[in-house]
């Protein structure tokens, strides 16, 4: 799934700083109406925002599995999100499904949420679609990429639970 979203050279720099976009977000689905609503609204830039789909075989169940690989550039803003089948296919048993590029798009239209809202904010819709009793394992890994803070330590989060 591919979006454009439309805004001025001073946004994008904010954008930048903050590592997110403000709201109000409009996403356009393709570039045609994204470059008509900048020329109408006088702004020069135009983001393309994709979410990525890339199928991969589950690990585990054999030998000599060869991964799915994918290399992206990372840049200030950029947001990637991993996750099992689990959450994918939450809801399924019940009739209901997470269309889980819409639902992170909706999340990144917040005032730039940390990886761990989004991660949080996930699970608890996987974990609402299955009713609160989920059907398969879920696990989900976010990566946002910000920009330097003043003081140039980079920090990262990892919480694993031990039973």
Known sequence: MIGYHVTTTKKLERYKRTGGILPPVRFWPNDFTAKKW????LRDVILRIECIDSESQPIGL?????PSILEIPLHVGTTIVI???GLAQAGEVVGESLD????LLGLLDEQSPTA????DMMLNQAIRLDQGRPNDDMSI???RVLAMTTDHIRRMTVRFPVD
């Open 38 to 41: 900048a020329r109408k609204t």
């Open 116 to 119: 761990q809202y989004i991660a």
């Open 62 to 66: 054999q030998r000599n599995i060869k």
């Open 100 to 103: 889980i590029c819409t639902t």
């Open 141 to 143: 890994v976010v990566l």
């Open 83 to 85: 996750y099992t089948d």
